[in-house]
């Protein structure tokens, strides 16, 4: 028994077996939902606050500011909550409205702005005040380290290391830095595979930023593959994990699933291995399930 914080984590691994007849091919799907605040997530943010207490980087009286999409943004509400240490969101104003009533009934301040890049930017500045301290999940190895003490390990344990394709969305590119580095460790065959938009695609969670944005903890030497993906077949197949396997996730988890569909086709045997993000709750005021 233990307190919210403990539950992070343990995700289940789930099958699915109704989009490709080979026999020799699984494909399975990491449940990242199932995460108390909703999505994969909670891991970086609890790695990220927790650490920065233990080493003193945040002060008494101290306010943390960080920039989110929103997944990143309800976690450390979350777990801001659970330290008593307020916080302040920066977050596009096309995000929905599920997640900013999710952060501010965690206790947290959410400030809107045009863009991703002009939240960054905006925090960026606030956190040169002294009263303010910014996480920086894009430049912080306590993001990516979540996942190579966590998310990596519980995989390679519930396939028995017969893992052969990691596949991730790519936002801040923890997930796929962390994992990557464990699974190389393991075992260098083991196949990472990124999914971003493309030109002009729209797909919460998956980001193709411009050079000046991209995140510093990213390692481009650490991704085999990089799949763009089309927010149509982003929509698509998002709707397609709820309708034929019951899997209830965002569109950022139909990116993924995309992608490791197309890896499922090119090969004649594997174990692969996608991240299903979120959660579908979080899109309802939509128009991802409007069909």
């Known amino acids: 028994m233990g307190s919210i914080i403990e539950t992070i984590g343990n995700t289940p691994l789930v099958k ?10 699984h494909i399975y799907a990491k449940m990242e939902g199932n995460n108390p605040a909703g999505s994969v997530k909670d891991r970086a943010a609890l790695n990220m606050i927790r650490s920065a207490l233990e080493r003193g980087d945040i002060s008494e009286g101290s306010t943390l500011i960080e920039a989110t999409s929103g997944n990143t943004g309800i976690a450390l509400a979350m777990i801001a909550a659970m330290y008593k240490v307020p916080i302040e969101l920066v977050m596009p104003s096309t995000s929905t409205r599920e997640r900013v009533l999710t952060m501010e009934a965690f206790g947290a301040k959410v400030i809107l702005m045009d863009s991703m890049e002009a939240s960054r930017d905006y925090a960026e500045e606030k956190a040169q005040q002294s009263n303010y301290f910014m996480l920086n999940q894009f430049a912080n190895e306590d993001n990516y380290k979540a996942h190579y003490q966590t998310t990596g390990p519980e995989i390679w344990k519930d396939t028995n290391g017969q893992i052969t394709h990691f596949v991730s969305a790519m936002g801040t590119t923890g997930t796929i830095m962390g994992c990557s580095r464990f699974f190389k460790e393991k075992n260098p065959d083991i196949q990472i595979i990124g999914c971003q938009p493309t030109d002009g695609s729209s797909i919460p969670g998956i980001r193709r930023w411009p050079q000046e944005y991209l995140p510093k903890i990213f390692d481009a030497s650490r991704v085999d ?3 763009d993906v089309d927010q149509a077949d982003a929509t698509r197949r998002t709707r397609e994990l709820v309708a034929n396997e019951g899997v209830f996730v965002g569109m950022s988890t139909g990116g993924a699933f995309h992608a490791a569909l197309q890896v499922a086709h090119e090969i004649d045997r594997g174990v692969i291995v996608f ?5 579908g709750d979080r899109y309802l005021s939509s128009e991802l399930f409007n069909v």
């Open 16 to 25: 699915l077996t109704a989009f490709h007849s080979n026999p020799e091919v």
């Open 225 to 227: 593959r990089i799949i």
């Open 275 to 279: 991240i299903a993000c979120d959660r």
